[in-house]
């Protein structure tokens, strides 16, 4: 790291993902500064460079994750680029914030997953909702007891997407899967995140959207990939799990960020987590139905960050803290919260639904060390 202990940045990948949820965390974060960014497309490299005020650009990643001007890296490519660029900034002592799925597989995400830690680099994957202020409250309400013994744990994620091409998202070879690696994936990481491991799954995929057209009419190769996913879970602690996620349930709209409903029902109450409203958390107990609190204010924003949770969509906002758990792990010299083990691990849940549903079977799922 510089002298300055200024956290000097790279990005590889400028598409949405970084204009929408890293860029506007970097912005907030003093502690970090955007030097290069890098993507294939060379016009759009030089259009964020200059846009986002970045020194240098580049389209090749070889060149951003050997650059010595550069600590850590944010990788914001398509699914099947994330282990080789990881790989290669991993192998250059980068710190590195990579977007989910951590790999197409297991395998490969298990690769990237032991490479950062023996490398002793500062690793995190981006998975997003774990910031949601309703999410840590919910997090905290487990831990200290408060719902009695979790019993079930129950998501729902549904999109009203359109039905022309995805882009590179709607094939095998540079996705992996669809709905499944792309949204549910955080699902499976958040409740593993509150009630501890999955000790066995079953799950199915289906695909009804064909996608072959572009929003501009023309035709293209039609999609390979589901767009309904999901699984019923047992956890190691005892209690069971439903997922179910789309993105092709028609009048869920809402202004793109569509449905989402996570809850857990403990032995002594429940608590649900909407994405539309996370400032508040629905809480409920035996004789007393779910109603709405407000989330507590230390769970609102990070500690130390100076993030105002009264400034944007409370929906879109907590996606900033993100980079601010990032930086403040590589500036206190600690692990990132979720890392490559947490990535490693829905990878390895997600690929157990898509073996499960070729199997027509559960699927029990092993324990990786650490
Ligand atoms: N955590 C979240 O909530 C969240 C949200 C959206 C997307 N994502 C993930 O972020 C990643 C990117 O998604 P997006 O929506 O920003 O996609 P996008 O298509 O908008 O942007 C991807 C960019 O990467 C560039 N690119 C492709 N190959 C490259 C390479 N080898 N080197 C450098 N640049 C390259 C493309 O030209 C494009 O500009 C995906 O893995 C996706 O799953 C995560």
């Known amino acids: 790291m510089a002298s300055s ?20 965390g970097l912005r907030l974060d003093p502690r970090a500064r955007l030097v290069g960014v890098c993507d294939v497309d060379p016009v759009l490299a030089a259009q964020r460079a200059e846009q986002w005020g970045a020194d240098w650009h580049t389209t090749d990643f070889r060149q951003l994750c050997a650059a010595s001007d550069i600590d850590a890296v944010i990788i914001a490519t398509p699914n099947d680029t994330h282990r080789p660029l990881a ?33 002793n680099v500062v690793h995190m994957t981006a998975f ?42 709607q094939y095998l ?22 009630l501890g491991p999955l000790q066995r ?28 996913s999901c699984l019923i879970g047992h956890f190691a602690q005892g209690a069971v799990g439903v997922w179910e996620g789309t993105t092709v349930a028609k009048g869920y709209g809402n202004d793109g960020y569509g449905h989402e409903w996570a809850e857990v029902n403990g032995a002594e109450g429940s608590a649900v987590y909407r994405l539309r409203d996370p400032h508040h958390i629905l809480l409920g107990r035996t004789g007393q139905d779910l109603h709405s609190v407000p989330v507590p204010r230390e769970f609102l ?17 907590f996606r900033y803290d993100l980079v601010w758990e990032f ?7 600690r692990d990132a919260v979720p890392d490559f083990y947490d990535g490693l ?26």
């Open 5 to 24: 202990e200024i956290v000097r940045i790279g990005c590889l990948g400028l598409g949405k993902v970084v204009e929408y949820h890293h860029l506007p």
């Open 87 to 119: 790989m290669a900034a991993i192998q250059h002592g980068k710190h590195v914030l990579c977007e989910k799925p951590l790999g197409l597989s297991a395998a490969e995400a298990g690769e990237v997953y032991r490479s950062a830690r023996d490398a």
């Open 128 to 169: 997003t909702y774990r910031f949601a202020p309703s999410m840590r409250y919910l997090k905290h309400l487990i831990a200290s007891g408060d719902l009695g013994s979790p019993r079930h744990f129950r998501s729902q994620r549904f999109l009203d997407l359109p039905e022309t091409s995805w882009g590179w998202r």
């Open 173 to 194: 070879a540079t996705a992996g899967a669809g709905d499944l690696f792309d949204m549910t994936i955080h699902r499976i990481d958040f409740a593993m995140d509150l």
């Open 201 to 228: 799954v079953t799950g199915a995929i289906a695909q009804f959207a064909q996608r072959d057209r572009t929003s501009d009419g023309s035709s293209c190769p039609p999609s390979q990939v589901d767009d309904w």
């Open 301 to 317: 924003t990070p500690s130390g960050s100076p993030r105002s949770s009264n400034s944007g969509d409370p929906a879109t906002i």
């Open 327 to 333: 930086v403040s792990a590589i500036v206190e010299q």
């Open 345 to 370: 691990q829905a990878q390895i849940v997600a690929d157990a639904v898509l073996q499960s549903h070729q199997e027509q079977r559960w699927v029990e799922l092993g324990v990786v060390p650490r």
